[in-house]
C-alpha cells in the first residue's frame, strides 16, 4: 500500500470554497487527511456533498476556490454504479482493476463471492438488482492497493448485512494505515475514530 512520507497528508485541502446557483455551499475548507484516518461528510441533500467529493478526486477542475493535494494514489467510488449492463459482474470487475495491478481469475471470484455474488459471476449484470450492482463497486476496495478511498454514498441499496460487512471493511482498511473519505447521511458503527465534516448553512473548517 503506497504511503506518504510519516506524518504527511496523503490529501490535503486548503480554502475550498463553493458556490452554486447564487447560494454559497461552503467556504474556507482546509483539512488534512492522514493515514489511519476515516473522515465523514455529512450534509442534507443539496448541501455539497458530491461536489466536494468530486473536487478531491479531480473530477471538478474549474467552478471552485482553493486547492487540494493528493500525495498518493486513490480509489474513488461514486454514488452512481459504474456497471456496464451488458458484462457480467466478472467481466466488469476485471476491466475496472486492469489498470491497477494483475489479478487472477481466482482473486476476482474470490472478491464477487466476498461481497455476496457468488453464484452471479457470469451472468449479465442488467439482471442484477441495484445493490448487486453496488456490490459489484465495492468489490473492488477488495483489490485495491490504494492507501486512500473516496467513497460517495457506498451504502446506497446496500442491506443491513452488506452494511455491516463494509463497514467492517473501511475499519481495517484504516488500521491497516490508510485513510477514507466518505460521504453518508448515516451514522457509522466502526471500531476506529470517525472525523466528521457537515456541510451546512455555508460550512467552514
Given amino acids: 500500500m503506497p504511503s506518504s512520507p510519516t506524518g504527511a497528508p496523503l490529501l490535503a485541502a486548503r480554502s475550498l470554497c463553493l458556490e452554486r446557483g447564487g447560494r454559497q455551499l ?7 487527511i492522514l493515514a489511519g484516518q476515516l473522515w465523514q461528510i455529512e450534509g442534507s441533500n443539496g448541501a455539497g456533498k458530491t461536489s466536494l467529493m468530486r473536487i478531491l478526486c479531480g473530477l ?43 489479478y487472477g481469475n481466482e482473486q476476482i471470484e474470490s472478491a464477487l463471492a466476498e461481497v455476496g455474488l457468488y453464484g452471479y459471476e457470469d ?25 486512500l478511498w473516496l467513497l460517495d454514498e457506498p451504502f446506497t441499496a446496500i442491506d443491513t448485512a452488506g452494511v455491516d460487512a ?27 475514530d470517525v472525523h466528521v465534516l457537515n456541510l451546512g448553512a455555508g460550512a467552514t473548517v
Fill in 123 to 147: 451472468v449479465a449484470s442488467h439482471t442484477l438488482s441495484a445493490g448487486q450492482h453496488r456490490r459489484v463497486n465495492l468489490a473492488r476496495l477488495l483489490l485495491s492497493d490504494t492507501s
Fill in 166 to 192: 463494509l463497514q467492517a471493511l473501511l475499519a481495517s482498511h484504516v488500521a491497516a494505515g490508510g485513510a477514507v473519505v466518505m460521504t453518508s447521511h448515516q451514522a457509522l458503527e466502526v471500531a476506529c
Fill in 26 to 32: 461552503f467556504r474556507n475548507l482546509s483539512f488534512d
Fill in 60 to 102: 471538478s477542475r474549474y467552478g471552485y476556490e482553493g486547492s487540494v493535494e493528493r500525495h498518493v494514489p486513490f480509489l474513488y467510488l461514486g454514488h452512481q454504479s459504474a456497471v456496464k449492463a451488458l458484462l457480467t459482474p466478472r467481466e466488469n470487475l476485471a476491466f475496472h482493476v486492469s489498470g491497477e495491478g494483475q
